[in-house]
């Protein structure tokens, strides 16, 4: 009963007060609870009051009249202090996100994993204490490490939900999509045979083992589909076993391919062509032939904006190129520092040295000298750019097949997205499993990434510093233990957009 249990207050041998749960059994007196020890009369009464808040927990029939004022959230300014900080707001948001991107059924090691990407890239082992850190959430390293090579069976499944966010969310049609390739190195110089190979790095890495990265975007920049080469594939190698995957979607029709020229060779845009589909690729002019270069020149105005679309002899293409004064003022500097380092090398006897314009001499392997012919068709093709395209005038326009190709800064964007925003690079797996799942989890991130930015019209890195603002601050009153959690105000975070993103189903 009540009466069993009551409070007293004893002074201590250091001056203070005691407060203390007592009860009497059998004539002796029995400390239950010290609630603590108060030195001030403020101090007294914060105890006394916990101490009755802890005798009605106590007793086996609580009190009819309950006191009115409840210590739950009386805090003692004096004895106040910061326990910690969480985000747990940001975990939960980017958990939403992920639902909203079709991959709410993922095991939470892959969802966390990729969800820091957002917030702090870093390595793995980093991934989880930042984890604990930040959010409260424990994942072992071993499970981790044990389940991220087993990501990639999920590869398949992740890119479905990647095309069904596209098309539920952002009402795609799947008529043009855009394909490009990067390069991610290792911080490692040992090279394999199977999949870490040195090449032609596009992070100036040349002396490290790398791979490549083939992306499928839309023309948003949402990612579609992505694949892992050998780090000295050939970029043009790549593009179609990917097109040909993307093709198992329920499309419902072929798309238009629009990629840089380095990706297609002749053959393979025959290739593509024999497939049924249509293309627009870059096109490499000062490696057509003199006469066709000539002809461009008789054909195509040199006025702001001109266009013109030529045939190309033996090939199932036409070519659509167009003018630009803007392009021919970078052009002819170029040109005119190019062409005066190449008579300099000339001049001074070092023309071994790699340089444009320079060539050997036909009749003498030993003798180098000016490429005449290389010149005059660089200084024609000032201001001048090509587009292949099987496309016919009628189907598509001149305009509209520059206007397309020019949406490939999409596929740029995104890329530099995940170098930089995500880190993808460098990589510091080595088993070939665990270094697929760690490009997957960079793939997941960029479709969070791009989710939001597309949805919200705001940088990635901008949502994430909104994300942060908002946290959980966590106070604890050291006389009492009474702990309490405030959250930081969200007006910024409602402004954003971001609470109509991101709100539960």
């Not at 499309?251 to 845009?269: E, H």
């Not at 036409?318 to 190019?338: A, G, L, N």
Request: glycine share 4%; with cysteine.
């Amino acid at each position: 009963m009540r009466g069993d249990l009551t409070l007293r207050t004893v002074k201590t041998a250091s001056g203070a007060k005691a407060v203390q749960i007592i009860r009497y059994e059998s004539g002796k007196r029995i400390v239950v609870k010290h609630v603590g020890s108060a030195h001030t009369d403020d101090e007294l009464k914060i105890l006394e009051q916990k101490a009755e808040e802890l005798r009605e927990a106590l007793c086996v029939q609580p009190s009819l009249f309950p006191a009115e004022i409840s210590s739950s959230r009386l805090l003692h300014a004096d004895h106040l202090y910061l326990s910690t900080i969480s985000h747990r707001f940001a975990y939960e948001a980017l958990r939403r996100c992920l639902d909203k991107c079709g991959l709410g059924e993922l095991h939470d090691v892959y969802k966390d994993l990729a969800l820091m990407r957002i917030i702090e890239p870093s390595s793995k082992i980093r991934t989880l204490e930042l984890l604990q850190r930040y959010f409260g959430v424990s994942h072992s390293e071993r499970t981790a490490y044990r389940l991220l090579p087993k990501l990639i069976t999920y590869k398949e499944r992740i890119e479905k939900a990647a095309y069904e966010t596209a098309k539920n969310h952002f009402d795609e049609r799947f008529a043009l999509v855009l394909y490009d390739v990067t390069t991610l190195y290792f911080e490692s110089h040992e090279p394999d045979d199977e999949l870490l190979a040195r090449g032609f790095s596009k992070d100036d890495k040349s002396k490290q083992p790398q791979i490549v990265i083939g992306l499928l975007v839309t023309t948003q920049g949402f990612p579609l589909m992505h694949e892992v080469y050998k780090g000295n594939t050939f970029e043009g190698h790549t593009m179609l076993s990917v097109i040909q995957k993307f093709q198992l979607q329920p499309a419902g029709s072929k798309p238009i391919i629009v990629a840089d020229a380095a990706m297609l060779s002749k053959d393979n845009m025959k290739e593509l062509g024999e497939a049924g589909y249509q293309y627009i690729v870059g096109a490499r002019l000062a490696n057509t032939s003199q006469s066709f270069i000539k002809t461009l020149d008789n054909k195509l105005l040199r006025q702001d904006g001109a266009m013109a679309r030529l045939s190309y002899p033996k090939v199932d293409y036409e070519v659509v190129c167009s003018y630009s004064d803007q392009r021919y003022k970078k052009d002819k500097w170029q040109f005119e520092k190019q062409v005066a380092k190449a008579k300099s090398l000339l001049e001074s006897q070092e023309p071994g040295k790699r340089a444009k314009f320079v060539k050997k001499s036909d009749k003498n392997a030993k003798l180098f000298i000016f490429d005449e012919i290389l010149r005059e068709k660089t200084e024609i093709l000032l201001g001048v750019k090509g587009y292949c395209t099987n496309i016919p005038e009628e189907t598509l326009s001149n305009k509209q097949v520059i206007a397309y190709y020019h949406e490939l800064w999409h596929v740029e964007q995104t890329f530099r997205m995940s170098k930089t925003d995500l880190r993808a690079r460098p990589i510091f797996h080595y088993e070939h499993e665990a270094v697929k799942a760690h490009v997957l989890l960079c793939f997941i991130g960029l479709m969070m990434g791009k989710f939001l930015e597309l949805k919200t019209k705001i940088s990635l890195r901008r949502i994430r510093d909104i994300l942060w603002n908002v946290h959980e601050v966590h106070l604890e009153d050291s006389l009492t233990g009474q702990k309490i959690k405030l959250q930081t105000n969200l007006s910024e975070y409602e402004a954003s957009g971001l609470h109509e993103v991101l709100k539960p189903h």
